[in-house]
T-cell receptor, first 109, second 115 residues
Framework: KNEVEQSPQNLTAQEGEFITINCSYS?????LHWLQQHPGGGIVSLFM???GKKKHGRLIATINIQEKHSSLHITASHPRDSAVYIC???????????FGTGTRLKVLA | DAMVIQNPRYQVTQFGKPVTLSCSQT?????MYWYQQKSSQAPKLLFH???????NEADTPDNFQSRRPNTSFCFLDIRSPGLGDAAMYLC??????????????FGPGTRLLVL
């Protein structure tokens, strides 16, 4: 079993839909990161979370430390949101990432 | 404005012919990482530098080496590329750890093709 699990693995949505991607982890963490990777492109950091909730534009990320769970929400989805979204955790006492397997999102116009 | 730069973006090499990928950063970060990412998989950490200290992952093949001549530059050397080494290679940086959780900043990646 992976230490960081994401669901769903693949997601297709219509433009304008509200999207939720989930991440569960089984290790102690110092922070959780949500990353975005476009096809053939590098990785962009969207959020770093230690607790609570963060919002940037149409993106919202939440984390529940007790339940070891985080969600990434996209409101009013747009085709340009199509990408792979990766959850990564930095374990307590280290600065290296443990990556989830990613969620491939496709938003149709 | 580019913060983590990787050159080249695409590299074609022949089986067994040494190849070097480069990464530079303008962030003055202490930690630099090299990842290998194969299609539809998560990035796999090969090694990282914490300042000049080299840290190899236990399962990184000896075929992969790295150099960090100064804070700004880091190189990935593949001594004898095999077909299985074709992948995207990602460089990332982060600031000095120990001051709390840190974000890693990724470069655009170099896609390596081995013929």
């Amino acid at each position: 079993k992976n230490e960081v699990e994401q669901s769903p693995q693949n997601l297709t949505a219509q433009e304008g839909e509200f999207i939720t991607i989930n991440c569960s982890y089984s290790v102690g963490i110092s922070a959780l990161h949500w990353l975005q990777q476009h096809p053939g492109g590098g990785i962009v950091s969207l959020f770093m979370l230690s607790s609570g909730k963060k919002k940037h534009g149409r993106l919202i990320a939440t984390i529940n430390i007790q339940e070891k769970h985080s969600s990434l929400h996209i409101t009013a989805s747009h085709p340009r949101d199509s990408a792979v979204y990766i959850c990564a955790v930095a374990t307590s006492g280290t600065y290296k990432y443990i990556f989830g397997t990613g969620t491939r999102l496709k938003v149709l116009a | 404005d580019a913060m983590v730069i990787q050159n080249p973006r695409y590299q074609v090499t022949q089986f067994g012919k040494p190849v070097t990928l480069s990464c530079s950063q303008t962030l003055n970060h202490n930690v630099m990482y090299w990842y290998q990412q194969k299609s539809s998989q998560a990035p796999k950490l090969l090694f990282h530098y914490y300042d000049k200290d080299f840290n190899n992952e236990a399962d990184t093949p000896d075929n992969f080496q790295s150099r960090r001549p100064n804070t700004s530059f880091c190189f990935l050397d593949i001594r004898s590329p095999g077909l299985g080494d074709a992948a995207m290679y990602l460089c990332a940086t982060s600031s000095l750890p120990g001051q709390g959780p840190e974000t890693q900043y990724f470069g655009p990646g170099t896609r390596l093709l081995v013929l």
